[in-house]
């Protein structure tokens, strides 16, 4: 006794049409609508062929005489024959396939439109369109309050595009990682959600930089640096959405690993040890047009008073650095001056 | 007679004399140099393990048991530090040991002990000259060999914190520490610098009176002396003095747009201003700088003694006010004012506080940052920074800059500094 056997109704291009378990026979195959199995082939007989049963219980194929035949691989036209698994017949432009019931199919594939959250809307076009275009227009207004002159629209939208392009870039080969992951090309969504992200980092700095003018002499560097490394794991993570089908604790978990350990990296390279006096001294500071009365602000005595801390800090590392400096030469200085 | 004649005769006549004033002035030069020559020896700064020259100037003797008067600059070098030690040539180039025992940071001298007896010295005398007196400079420029150089004395330099003599003529890199004298032998000064075009100058011999006798005080000690220490001491009691006398007494500010802003500290300060009023109509800018000219040599890294400040002032024609502070904060993102005056090992990194200021219905804000240099105690770096908040259509990005002071000067005057700071009265 054979298997179940499943037959797969392929066209021209190889895309299976319809698939049908192999019962009870026979089994009446053609272009007609009595038939179990109707194909939609101008090329196939309304009654083009049968399939039949023998006692023994293997099947058994007959060609009812039709207009172009039933053919096997290797171009033959036969008039019957007998099916298996893996027998592959062709009817008219139709190629049927004999398959194994118990043959194994792949898991569901993971659909991220099916999914809420933001990332999973910005499968939809238009919403990708819409942060690209929202993107655009902030990038364009912060540079019209950086000119002073009025710039041209080329001039506007210029660091808007060459933000665009870098994401497009890092978009791209998302998009290309996703399509030999799981042979999807969503370089639209991808691009979508980086700039998202960029949008997000770039007012966040904007709100820095007014908390920060609000609160002088306090230093939110790190706060402003922890939430950068926040929104730099949901980058990740959104991507990884779009890419793999894991549940969004791994998606997470993986992000803020990777993330970390790029903060770390940055925070070793950057580590105090250099030359940071210019560095120090470049830190910028925003200022803000708001009336004097509104703003936070010590008086003279306070001010001073505090800085004599200073003195303390700066005197402790002179200390320091002449304890290290006896075993580190520096170089002779062979130069005759004036 | 014609004009042209006159002309003619006139001519002739400045032609005869010509030649014989010229011979005259070499004769002089020549018999200076011939005199005076053996005076003078080289100096070397040499590396101790190669023995390879870091340095190269001028030395003059001054007295009968061998001490030669040089300029700091020119042995800074070998001071406290082992791996360089001081040689001195003498007429035959011949190499001798010499030992450092005394400087003057602040003019820029330095004593060295040759421990040879000689009676080829100059005798030193504070002295008087008038302007134009024809003076002679002794060294060794470039390393080609002693050389004469005839020039012009211009008196003493107006507006300098530390006494220097305006020498015309051509001083070029190695003669400094030689002298110059007058066609009778008498010193009139160190070489020490030169901003070219035979613009010189020279450190007035009567500086040179107290270094030597502090040489003589090191070598009855008989104990090598503490340079650090003593260079650290000697800017100290300098900068005390000097920035004693900022922002005395009469209110030295200068009004830009609605800001009353301080200016020239003390009359040993040079003030420039520049206006741009061209940034197609719609914001002015109004530069306003003052520093000090004069600066203390440390080593080849590290000058101290520098006093800076500028103001920028923005006054906004009619931009909107988001755009006009863009403009403003980028302003204070920049350092107006001197750069780099020393190198990574000569100070700490800066410390900086950064806050606003309330005073007299003005809000400021500020950062006060100070760096301390590694091997001088009590001396630090400090660079003051103030915007002017609260008008939505005028600023000012005002930074001052003290280097080489102690903290508490620092301090002081940057508060002098901040009371200078004012909205000007309609």
């Not at chain 1, 994401?167 to 980086?194: C, D, E, K, P, Y």
């Not at chain 2, 040991?97 to 060295?112: C, P």
């Amino acid at each position: 006794m054979g298997e179940a056997m499943i037959i797969e109704v392929a066209d021209q291009r190889g895309r299976i049409l319809q698939r049908h378990r192999l019962g009870a026979a026979p089994v009446g195959i053609g272009r007609g609508l009595r038939n179990a199995v109707i194909l939609d082939d101008p090329y196939a007989d309304p009654d083009h062929m049968v399939i039949e049963s023998t006692p023994d219980g293997s099947y058994h194929f007959r060609d009812l005489g039709s207009v172009n035949g039933t053919w096997e691989a290797h171009h033959r036209r036969v008039s019957n024959g007998m099916v298996r698994i893996g027998t592959e017949l062709k009817v008219g432009r139709t190629t049927l396939r004999f398959v194994s019931a118990d043959q194994p199919v792949t898991p569901a594939l993971y659909d991220p439109s099916a999914q809420t959250g933001i990332v999973g809307r910005l499968l939809e076009p238009r919403a990708a369109a819409f942060v690209l275009v929202l993107y655009l227009a902030v990038s364009a207004g912060l540079k019209y309050l950086a000119s002073p002159d009025d710039p041209s629209t080329a001039e506007l939208l210029t660091p808007g595009l060459a933000g665009l392009l870098l994401a497009g870039v890092w978009a791209a080969m998302w998009a290309f990682t996703n399509r030999i992951v799981a042979q999807r090309f969503r370089f639209l969504s991808h691009w979508g959600w980086a700039i998202a992200i960029t949008t997000g980092l770039t007012l966040l700095a904007i709100g820095f930089e007014w908390i920060g003018f609000f609160t002088p002499g306090t230093d939110l560097g790190a706060v402003e640096g922890a939430l950068s490394a926040v929104a730099g794991a949901w980058l990740l993570a959104g991507h990884f959405q779009l890419v793999t089908e894991w549940p969004p604790r791994r998606r997470w978990a993986i992000a803020t690993g990777i993330t970390g350990a790029v903060v770390g990296l940055i925070a070793i390279l950057g580590r105090p040890g250099g030359f940071g006096a210019g560095s120090v001294l470049r830190e910028g500071a925003s200022l803000k047009p708001i009336a004097a009365r509104f703003l936070p602000a010590s008086d003279v005595e306070g001010y001073f008073a505090r800085a004599a801390e200073l003195k303390t800090a700066v005197d402790r590392m002179a200390d320091d650095s002449t304890a290290s400096d006896q075993a580190v030469p520096g170089p002779a200085d062979s130069t005759p001056k004036r | 007679m014609t004009a042209r004649q006159g002309l003619a005769v006139a001519l002739l006549l400045a032609l005869a004399a010509w030649p014989a004033a010229a011979q005259r002035r070499d004769e002089t030069s020549a018999t200076v140099f011939q005199r005076y020559a053996d005076h003078t020896a080289k100096i070397q700064v040499v590396e101790s393990g190669s023995g390879a020259k870091a340095e190269l100037g001028s030395a003059f003797f001054v007295s009968a048991d061998g001490l030669l008067v040089t300029n700091y600059h020119v042995v800074a070098e070998a001071v406290d530090d082992e791996r360089y030690r001081v040689e001195w040539l003498d007429q035959n180039g011949a190499g001798h040991e010499g030992r450092v025992l005394a400087v003057d940071v602040v003019r820029d001298l330095a004593v060295v002990a040759t421990d040879r007896p000689t009676t080829r010295y100059f005798s030193i005398a504070a002295l008087t000259l008038p302007k134009g007196t024809r003076l002679y400079s002794l060294g060794h420029p470039e390393d080609l060999g002693l050389s004469i150089v005839e020039g012009v004395y211009n008196g003493r330099l107006e507006h300098t914190l530390y006494p220097k003599i305006h020498f015309t003529g051509p001083i070029n890199p190695g003669m400094s520490g030689g002298p110059a004298l007058t066609a009778d032998g008498r010193v009139v000064g160190v070489n020490v610098a030169t901003s070219g075009n035979s613009v010189s100058f020279l450190v007035p011999i009567d500086a040179a009176i107290p270094v030597i006798k502090r040489a003589r005080d090191a070598e009855a000690a008989a104990e090598a002396p503490d340079f650090t220490a003593e260079i650290g001491k000697q800017i100290l009691a300098n900068q005390d003095t000097y920035l004693a006398k900022l922002f005395q007494g009469g209110d030295s500010t200068v009004r830009i747009g609605p800001f009353e802003l301080p200016t020239q500290p003390a009359p040993f300060f040079r003030c420039w201003a520049d206006a741009d009023r061209d940034h197609e109509g719609r914001y002015e800018t109004v530069d306003h700088q003052c520093s000090t000219d004069d600066y203390i040599y440390l080593s080849g890294s590290q000058s101290s003694g520098i006093v800076s400040l500028a103001h920028k002032v923005l006054l906004s024609r009619g931009l909107n006010p988001l755009r006009f502070y863009n403009l403003y904060s980028n302003q204070f993102r920049q350092n107006h004012t001197v750069a780099e005056l020393a190198e990574a090992s000569d100070v700490t990194e800066y410390r900086c506080r950064n806050d606003n200021i309330r005073r007299q219905g003005m809000v400021l804000k500020t950062r006060f940052c100070v760096r301390r240099y590694t091997s001088y105690e009590g001396l630090y770096d400090a660079d003051f920074k103030v915007a002017v908040l609260g008008a939505r259509d005028a600023g000012v990005v005002s930074e001052l800059t003290l280097s080489g002071v102690s903290f508490e000067n620092a301090t002081r005057i940057a508060r002098k500094y901040l009371d200078r700071i004012r909205w000007a009265k309609p």
